[in-house]
């Protein structure tokens, strides 16, 4: 009779393994049941704006089953990353430090089959006017960019349209540039 020993490294790999794959089967399954229920789609004819400039684009929605939505928007969304080292590892930190939203439609139902588009327009962060300045999203937003002096942090701005549905939500994001020089 032969007795079969695991190592404890064998052990370890082969729980390392069923978390990889548990995670990978997940990710995949979330995917496809996304593109199960549609999609959405993002135009923006242009992506690089000034403070106070207005970013126009559309949403295109397609549903290949009924949907039951919270609400559709589209987000600007600004997000800070910090680069650090610590005891010589690289680190890296992100904090949404902006987000301003239209609504493009509140809760109801999407039929199987649905297309339509929506227009929209945002507004990027004014902080030349002593309005947004002096709101408490404007100082928040001149905190974070007074502390991107370092070479090691900066903003990225995002457009993001949302179908915020029960069960999986519909999404489709764009980069944008958004000209912070001369703030200060």
Do not use: C
Request: zero cysteines; charged letters at 20%; aromatic letters at 10%.
């Amino acid at each position: 009779m032969s007795e079969f020993k695991l190592s404890t490294e064998s052990f370890i790999l082969m729980i390392a393994a069923l978390v990889i794959g548990s995670v990978l089967i997940a990710v995949v399954t979330y995917h496809i049941l996304r593109f199960l229920r549609g999609s959405i789609k993002l135009t923006l004819p242009r992506t690089s704006f000034n403070p106070g400039e207005a970013i126009t684009g559309n949403v295109e929605l397609q549903t290949k089953k009924e949907i039951e939505g919270n609400k559709l928007l589209v987000s600007l969304i600004g997000v800070k990353e910090i680069k650090s080292t610590r005891n010589g590892k690289s680190h890296t930190r992100t904090e949404e430090i902006y987000r301003d939203s239209v609504t493009l439609e509140e809760a109801r139902p999407y039929p199987a089959g649905y297309l339509a588009t929506y227009n929209f327009t945002l507004k990027t962060p004014n902080w030349k006017e002593p309005e947004f300045l002096n709101s408490a999203l404007g100082e928040t937003l001149t905190t974070a960019l007074n502390f991107l002096g370092s070479s090691s942090s900066r903003v990225y701005w995002k457009i993001e349209a949302r179908l915020d549905a029960k069960g999986v939500d519909l999404a489709a994001s764009k980069s944008v540039f958004v000209n912070t020089q001369g703030m200060f």
